[in-house]
């Protein structure tokens, strides 16, 4: 099956600073999202993004499907942005089943 | 916006009994459920996928006798961890996908973190 790769595992950033965190696939996909976990577990989705590059707020992505990545900015980071940021590729056919990348551990300190 | 409740956030069981987890979408008809489990600073791996009105399907290496899925309506799916043991002890999660939202708009619910003792 698909494998999804993030870089870095873990990332410690003074607040106000900026992130960049990588999502490797390593086949082609259906389409990409990224998610925020809290650390109380809450999901929240982030951007769907199968291409191109999309802006909200501090965020932003860029998914280039023909070299198998995508990009998440976060600038100007908060304490609240603090938590596990997961990417994830809709693999294959008709499935709707969501694949999880290995996620980046985000801590933003004040 | 679609929600997705689960129920309990938590529960602590002795090993060998079952637990039952629910994942309600409260504000539209899911006939596909998902259901995840994390271990601790982990990332989520799918366990099975929940048909409403027929049977489950689960991926490799999950046994469907000890995760017992059943998704009798268009609004609940539940997962029942039978004879549980310490091993099974996890943040389970669950999701659905509401109609009209393309392949995108997949809803979480707040999870269920198990212990077992």
């Known amino acids: 099956g698909i494998q999804v790769e993030q870089s870095p595992p873990d990332l410690i950033l003074q607040e106000g600073a900026n992130s960049t965190l990588r999502c490797n696939f390593s086949?082609?996909?259906?389409?990409l999202q990224w998610f925020h976990q809290n650390p109380w577990g809450q999901l929240i989705n982030l951007f769907y993004?199968?291409?191109g590059t999309k802006q909200n707020g501090r965020l932003s992505a860029t998914t280039v499907a023909t070299e198998r990545y995508s990009l998440l900015y976060i600038s100007s980071s908060q304490t609240t942005d603090s938590g596990v940021y997961f990417c994830?590729?809709?693999?294959?056919?008709?499935?709707?089943?969501?694949?999880f990348g290995t996620g980046t551990l985000l801590a933003v300190q004040p | 916006g679609a929600v997705v409740s689960q129920h309990p956030s938590w529960v602590i069981c002795k090993s060998g009994t079952s637990v039952k987890i629910e994942c309600r979408s409260l504000?539209?008809?899911?006939?596909?459920m998902f259901w995840y489990r994390q271990f601790p600073k982990q990332s989520l791996m799918l366990m099975a996928t929940?048909?409403?009105?027929?049977?489950?399907?689960?991926e490799q290496g999950v046994e469907k006798d000890k995760f017992l899925i059943n998704h009798a309506s268009l609004t609940l799916s539940t997962l029942t961890v039978t004879s549980a043991h310490p091993e099974d002890s996890s943040f389970y999660i669950c999701?659905?996908?509401?109609?009209?939202?393309?392949?995108?708009?997949?809803?979480f619910g707040s999870g269920t973190r198990l212990t077992v003792v």
């Open positions: 999701s659905a996908i509401p109609p009209g939202s393309g392949g995108y708009g997949y809803t």
């Open positions: 086949d082609s996909v259906n389409n």
């Open positions: 993004i199968p291409s």
């Open positions: 994830a590729a809709l693999y294959g056919g008709a499935t709707n089943k969501l694949i």
């Open positions: 504000d539209f008809q899911a006939t596909t």
């Open positions: 929940s048909n409403e009105g027929s049977k489950a399907t689960y």
